[in-house]
């Protein structure tokens, strides 16, 4: 080992590895933007997008003009300069703590940055405009987008906002040009309601977007889309029957029509709403019940889907009439007829039906008969007939008469 040492080949090509080293610790690591002197004292770096903080009264004020971002140059002892960078710890600022309201251009200043490094930072100064801080809520309209492209016959309806009103914040005089609020909904296609989340957007008196961030930023919007309608008129039928004693008057819907919604060739092929029935079982008085309206096939649906149908009752009143007299129809002239029973050929009649028709009655609108064709010579007993004016019952004293028929005497 002590002869390879004393070995002057041995000497060189240790010599050369050393300057190869030596060289590179002086080399390596060199960065652009970065620049070393040849023994490595001096450093200098620039950082950039180092944030800026401003220092102002936040709660009630606004500040514009105060760049996000800065590029700061540092230069000095590469022990400090290194691990300045790396770290950034320092904090770069404006403070604005002692302005009053208005436009002033200030420094970029810097703090918690080692003495012995000096610092450049791009850009040195900036404007800022201090203004005062407002809050005030606004109400949010809803504007249509592409509604000319909704297919045709559908309609909109009137849209619903959740929430309906926003707070937005910002410059006193920006705030007060605010003109209107709204939330921009796409109809294109749109077949059916359309829920859709929406951002806020803030416009000037001359349609200008402001650059203003409403709280929430967004809301839901829900637009009503109905398909082609057309109204018509309900048609409604009775089941089972009102109980003695009662007559029906009228039956009314209320509505009396309704809307219905499909397509325009369904549509075309609806005059009537047909299907709703009420029932008169059990109906002793004025009556309005609830039923459900159908939904003819090929029809999306039915406004109102549920109407009140209103039943009108009459009870029915009475009225005696007594000594009416009762014909007798179909004898030959040749022959006359008595009545044995009842005695004179006269009853009491009794009347049942609605009011309007039984108090209008007089015994001339009642007549009553027997028919005695092709009875002969003796006694019968034959049915009281009579001709009832309609939805009129009787009931007389007896239904059967007993008539004597005999031939008249020949004149002398």
Do not use: C
């Amino acid at each position: 080992m002590d002869n390879l040492m004393d070995h002057p080949w041995f000497i060189r090509l240790v010599s050369l590895l050393l300057a190869i080293m030596l060289y590179m610790s002086a080399n390596v690591g060199a960065k652009t933007g970065e620049t070393r002197n040849t023994f490595g004292q001096e450093d200098t770096e620039t950082l950039t997008d180092v944030p800026v903080v401003a220092y102002y009264d936040e709660e009630n004020l606004i500040v514009s003009g105060v760049p996000k971002y800065v590029n700061v140059t540092l230069q000095g002892p590469a022990s400090i300069v290194k691990p300045t960078a790396l770290q950034r710890n320092f904090e770069v600022y404006v403070d604005l703590t002692n302005l009053p309201l208005g436009t002033y251009t200030v420094p970029i200043k810097y703090k918690d940055v080692s003495e012995k490094l000096k610092v450049n930072i791009q850009p040195a100064s900036v404007k800022v405009t201090i203004r005062e801080k407002v809050s005030k809520q606004f109400s949010i309209g809803v504007e249509f987008f592409n509604r000319n492209k909704m297919p045709d016959g559908y309609s909109v309806g009137e849209p619903t906002v959740e929430p309906n009103v926003v707070t937005i914040t910002g410059a006193k005089e920006l705030i007060d040009s605010i003109s209107f609020v709204k939330a921009i909904v796409d109809l294109e296609g749109a077949t059916e309601t359309v829920t859709r989340e929406a951002r806020v957007r803030v416009y000037d008196r001359s349609g200008n977007e402001l650059d203003l961030e409403p709280k929430p930023s967004s809301v839901q919007v829900t637009v009503p889309v109905e398909s082609p309608s057309k109204a018509v008129p309900v048609d409604v039928q009775t089941t089972g029957e009102l109980p003695d004693g009662v007559h029906l008057v009228g039956i009314t819907p209320e509505p009396n029509r309704v809307t219905v919604y499909g397509p325009k060739d369904v549509l075309n092929r609806i005059d009537r709403l047909e299907g709703l029935t009420v029932d008169l079982d059990d109906v002793t008085d004025d009556k309005t019940v609830e039923v459900d309206v159908p939904v003819p096939d090929g029809v999306k649906s039915v406004k109102p889907n549920k109407i009140k149908v209103r039943i009108d009752v009459e009870k029915d009143v009475t009225q005696t009439w007594k000594d009416v007299p009762i014909e007798v129809v179909g004898l030959p002239d040749s022959y006359e007829a008595t009545f044995v029973q009842p005695v004179g050929g006269k009853l009491t009649v009794r009347l049942m039906g609605p009011p309007d028709i039984v108090q209008g009655l007089t015994k001339d609108d009642v007549r009553l008969y027997v028919d005695a064709s092709g009875l002969g010579t003796g006694q019968h007993q034959v049915p009281i007939r009579w001709d009832n004016p309609k939805q009129i019952q009787w009931q007389p004293s007896t239904e059967t008469a007993m008539i004597d028929i005999s031939e008249k005497a020949a004149v002398q």
